[in-house]
């Protein structure tokens, strides 16, 4: 991440025309949007609630594999994701976070085009 600012503080160095080329390419890197997932993955143990069952001395279940999503009414909400998903999920939620990185630094192009008065 610290790397990442360092790029970001560099863009005032360099020529317009570097500009257009970055932005050019970091556009060509943004994965397709239509499978954008916002969240994160969590694993997490769980007890059952049974009273004689093994969680109930400690030996948890899972882990579970969960997709933790924005906050509503300030908790953040967990999706279940069987085994079957979790992957997929995994993917796009990887390229979901590539693509917020990307469009990070293609607004910080913006920016700067737009403080010599060259975005257009
Ligand atoms: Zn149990």
């Known amino acids: 991440m610290k790397e990442h600012k360092r790029e970001m503080d560099s863009l005032v160095e360099l020529s317009s ?5 970055r932005r050019r390419r970091a556009f060509g890197r943004l994965p397709d949007l239509q499978g954008y997932l916002a969240g994160s993955l969590v694993e997490q143990a ?4 049974k009273e ?9 279940h899972g882990p579970y594999v969960y997709l933790s999503v924005g906050k509503a009414a300030g908790r953040r909400s967990m999706v ?7 992957q997929l999920v995994r993917q ?6 590539q693509a917020e990185r ?7 192009i913006n920016l ?6 060259e975005l257009e």
Request: hydrophobic residues 40%; charged residues 30%.
């Open 80 to 86: 279940y994701l069987p085994e079957a998903l979790a």
């Open 17 to 21: 025309r570097q500009l257009l080329a």
């Open 102 to 108: 990307l469009l990070t630094e293609i607004s910080a």
């Open 46 to 49: 769980r007890r059952c609630g």
């Open 112 to 117: 700067e085009l737009l403080s010599r008065r």
């Open 52 to 60: 004689r069952c093994r969680c109930a001395r400690g030996e948890l």
């Open 92 to 97: 796009k939620v990887i390229a979901s976070e």
